[in-house]
């Protein structure tokens, strides 16, 4: 749009008249170790922020100076510049893309937590008799993990296809690697799992060691499984309706997820506090560590997955 | 001059003010808003609000190869601006007017 009350205006591509540099007129008095510092302070400006305004920023503390206030100036603006980034340097699919991939990891970790919460519980049939709680959490984890598991599923499906299928046509073998990865890890994870309990199982499972390598192995095939997708979304960088879906998605499954988690803590929790002669529950120092990590992963996964639904459903 | 009964001068409007002349870059925005308006904007403060008044179509900026990119002001700032200063005109009549009645204040 042209400004009607611009006379001296000029074309995109010249040099305006206000645009020359005036170091002659005022150049900078301050010591070159403030510029320096203001000039360090734009670090703490978002990238999207720097990238585009970086440069221009520079150039001005390079011709004002800087000095102790511009330092102050420059490094207080870049808190609204976090909280409030302006408009036009918002670049949604990218921050749903990012946001999944960050949310997927996250929720991965928090699945095989999980599944290592119901193996040393559940599955051991460890209750609380006169405290129904642990077993009401049981039952809440249960109806939780089924429930994220589906919706980030049959959320991230579309997407996954839409993935697969520019993978496929425009031959890129890699990106179909990627994409497979949470069906390939799994199934591999499986069969070695078969087979380590099969050579080494005794009546009542592995010991405790092979137990520790069998849940490590079982913590990188979920890390493959879901860094798979992530990387294949930052390599195909996906847009549109499917991505916006998943977004969404991983929104109400972080949040289903939350209350799996927040299951874990009251089940672990109650099982320390009532029956702590189980295994691993009659000293805090494990169970402390656990639930340390589930809080950590329930974290980042809503937070990712928050702002990647926020993006999603932000006006474009 | 640089004072601080300038908190009326809220910074997005001095550099509407300043970019109806014509484009400018940072510095020249600051040069001109201290030379023209006595205050003195920061870097944080002119790129803050030169990010906002962008975002909202206020002002765009020029194609250059320097890292000086020049802005200038837009139909919708230009409108903005107009309106703005159609207040602040009335507002500063009142104001004259009065001090006149009531102080016997023949102006600076």
Same mark, same amino acid.
């Given at each position: 749009?042209?400004?009607?009350?611009?006379?001296?205006?000029?074309?995109?591509?010249?040099?305006?008249?206000?645009?020359?540099?005036?170091?002659?007129?005022?150049?900078?008095?301050?010591?070159?170790?403030?510029?320096?510092?203001?000039?360090?302070?734009?670090?703490?400006?978002?990238?999207?922020?720097?990238?585009?305004?970086?440069?221009?920023?520079?150039?001005?503390?390079?011709?004002?100076?800087?000095?102790?206030?511009?330092?102050?100036?420059?490094?207080?603006?870049?808190?609204?510049?976090?909280?409030?980034?302006?408009?036009?340097?918002?670049?949604?699919?990218?921050?749903?893309?990012?946001?999944?991939?960050?949310?997927?990891?996250?929720?991965?970790?928090?699945?095989?937590?999980?599944?290592?919460?119901?193996? @040393?519980?559940?599955?051991?049939?460890?209750?609380?008799?006169?405290?129904?709680?642990?077993?009401?959490?049981?039952?809440?984890?249960?109806?939780?993990?089924?429930?994220?598991?589906?919706?980030?599923?049959?959320?991230?499906?579309?997407?996954?296809?839409?993935?697969?299928?520019?993978?496929?046509?425009?031959?890129?073998?890699?990106?179909?690697?990627?994409?497979?990865?949470?069906?390939?890890?799994?199934?591999?994870?499986?069969?070695?799992?078969?087979?380590?309990?099969?050579?080494?199982?005794?009546?009542?499972?592995?010991?405790?060691?092979?137990? @520790?390598?069998?849940?490590?192995?079982?913590?990188?095939?979920?890390?493959?499984?879901?860094?798979?997708?992530?990387?294949?979304?930052?390599?195909?960088?996906?847009?549109?309706?499917?991505?916006?879906?998943?977004?969404?998605?991983?929104?109400?499954?972080?949040?289903?997820?939350?209350?799996?988690?927040?299951?874990?803590?009251?089940?672990?929790?109650?099982?320390?506090?009532?029956?702590?002669?189980?295994?691993?529950?009659?000293?805090?120092? @494990?169970?402390?560590?656990? @639930?340390?990590?589930?809080?950590?992963?329930?974290?980042?996964?809503?937070?990712?997955?928050?702002?990647?639904?926020?993006?999603?459903?932000?006006?474009? | 001059?640089?004072?601080?009964?300038?908190?009326?001068?809220?910074?997005?409007?001095?550099?509407?003010?300043?970019?109806?002349?014509?484009?400018?870059?940072?510095?020249?925005?600051?040069?001109?808003?201290?030379?023209?308006?006595?205050?003195?904007?920061?870097?944080?403060?002119?790129?803050?609000?030169?990010?906002?008044?962008?975002?909202?179509?206020?002002?765009?900026?020029?194609?250059?190869?320097?890292?000086?990119?020049?802005?200038?002001?837009?139909?919708?700032?230009?409108?903005?601006?107009?309106?703005? &200063?159609?207040?602040? &005109?009335?507002?500063? &009549?009142?104001?004259?007017?009065?001090?006149?009645?009531?102080?016997?204040?023949?102006?600076?």
């Amino acid at each position: 749009m042209r400004p009607p009350t611009s006379p001296g205006a000029t074309p995109p591509g010249s040099t305006p008249p206000g645009s020359a540099p005036h170091r002659s007129t005022l150049p900078g008095t301050a010591p070159p170790g403030s510029t320096r510092l203001a000039r360090a302070a734009l670090a703490l400006y978002p990238p999207s922020w720097r990238a585009r305004y970086g440069d221009e920023v520079r150039a001005l503390l390079d011709d004002s100076g800087g000095g102790p206030s511009a330092v102050a100036s420059v490094a207080w603006r870049a808190v609204p510049a976090w909280i409030c980034p302006p408009r036009h340097l918002h670049d949604r699919p990218a921050r749903m893309r990012s946001s999944l991939a960050t949310a997927l990891a996250a929720w991965s970790m928090l699945t095989g937590l999980g599944l290592v919460f119901a193996q @040393l519980t559940q599955l051991q049939g460890f209750t609380a008799p006169g405290h129904p709680e642990v077993r009401w959490a049981y039952a809440v984890f249960d109806v939780s993990l089924a429930l994220s598991a589906l919706v980030a599923g049959f959320g991230g499906l579309p997407l996954w296809l839409l993935m697969l299928r520019r993978a496929w046509r425009e031959r890129r073998p890699r990106d179909m690697v990627y994409l497979l990865l949470p069906l390939i890890a799994p199934a591999a994870y499986l069969a070695a799992l078969i087979v380590t309990i099969k050579l080494l199982g005794r009546a009542n499972g592995v010991g405790p060691w092979w137990f @520790l390598v069998v849940a490590l192995a079982g913590f990188a095939a979920a890390a493959a499984a879901a860094a798979g997708p992530g990387l294949a979304l930052r390599r195909l960088q996906p847009r549109g309706p499917a991505l916006r879906v998943a977004a969404a998605a991983a929104g109400v499954a972080a949040a289903v997820m939350a209350v799996a988690a927040a299951a874990i803590v009251v089940a672990v929790v109650g099982l320390c506090l009532w029956e702590h002669h189980f295994a691993g529950y009659h000293h805090g120092t @494990l169970p402390g560590v656990y @639930l340390a990590l589930v809080v950590a992963a329930t974290t980042v996964t809503t937070v990712s997955a928050a702002r990647g639904t926020r993006a999603a459903l932000a006006e474009p | 001059m640089t004072d601080r009964l300038d908190r009326w001068a809220d910074p997005p409007l001095l550099v509407l003010a300043s970019l109806a002349g014509e484009p400018k870059h940072g510095y020249a925005i600051t040069q001109d808003v201290a030379e023209t308006m006595g205050v003195r904007l920061s870097a944080g403060t002119l790129y803050a609000v030169i990010a906002r008044l962008e975002a909202r179509g206020l002002i765009e900026p020029l194609e250059t190869d320097d890292r000086r990119r020049p802005y200038r002001i837009t139909m919708a700032g230009a409108q903005a601006l107009a309106q703005q &200063s159609e207040r602040m &005109s009335k507002v500063a &009549s009142v104001a004259r007017e009065r001090l006149s009645t009531s102080l016997g204040w023949a102006g600076a």
